[in-house]
T-cell receptor, first 115, second 108 residues
Framework: NAGVMQNPRHLVRRRGQEARLRCSPM?????VYWYRQLPEEGLKFMVY????????ESGMPKERFSAEFPKEGPSILRIQQVVRGDSAAYFC?????????????FGSGTRLTVV | SQQGEEDPQALSIQEGENATMNCSYK?????LQWYRQNSGRGLVHLIL?????REKHSGRLRVTLDTSKKSSSLLITASRAADTASYFC????????FGGGTRLMVKP
């Protein structure tokens, strides 16, 4: 039973390009969470999704960032027109039920570098 | 900010010693969770303590929770070099909100 799979592990984009980060939750998990982590810092919540629904996007920047979790396929975090400040590690986590009651399973992250 | 704060930010000990990390939070919680992160990796869930619990054990881990002080502590007993990692507390409101972490180094 594979864990949470994130790809790519490393992504380099030039300023102005688009970045697409993918997350496949654990089998049987229908709740997905995205977090961003800057070096030497904790994780900052971005968005919480269930299949086909955004439950909480209070941590998402208002512009350029979007997330989806379609009925089929992985969850996608999309960053349009990337800027240097978007460079960070982006982690996805999943849970079978409301994760705050049980704990999250994290992927290994995607490290985005904007040059 | 609802973010918790870990204390200390960094801790260096010798193998065999105990390591204690503290966490404070600002809002009411359903539970409080501790996670571990090895360098360059994702977070691994260690232990969850519910708001009506005061202490919980898991192997060499001991977690306490004081809701009146809005604080928790994680104790790792008989530390090993392999325990070297960053440790984060996360308070569970509507979603998990993480603190800045304690970077633990255990010297062999």
């Amino acid at each position: 039973n594979a864990g949470v799979m994130q790809n790519p592990r490393h992504l380099v984009r030039r300023r102005g390009q688009e970045a697409r980060l993918r997350c496949s939750p654990m089998k049987g998990h229908s709740h997905v969470y995205w977090y961003r982590q800057l070096p030497e810092e904790g994780l900052k919540f971005m968005v919480y999704l269930q299949k086909e629904n955004i439950i909480d996007e209070s941590g998402m920047p208002k512009e350029r960032f979007s997330a989806e979790f379609p009925k089929e396929g992985p969850s996608i975090l999309r960053i349009q027109q990337v800027v240097r400040g978007d460079s960070a590690a982006y982690f996805c986590a999943s849970s079978p039920l409301k994760g705050v009651d049980y704990g999250y399973t994290f992927g290994s992250g995607t490290r985005l570098t904007v040059v | 900010s609802q973010q918790g704060e870990e204390d200390p930010q960094a801790l260096s000990i010798q193998e065999g010693e105990n390591a204690t990390m503290n966490c404070s939070y600002k809002t009411s919680i359903n539970n409080l969770q501790w996670y571990r992160q090895n360098s360059g990796r994702g977070l691994v869930h260690l232990i969850l303590i519910r708001s009506n619990e005061r202490e919980k054990h898991s192997g060499r881990l001991r977690v306490t929770l004081d809701t009146s002080k809005k604080s928790s502590s994680l104790l790792i007993t008989a530390s090993r070099a392999a325990d070297t990692a960053s440790y984060f507390c996360a308070n569970a409101g509507n979603m998990l909100t993480f603190g800045g972490g304690t970077r633990l180094m255990v010297k062999p």
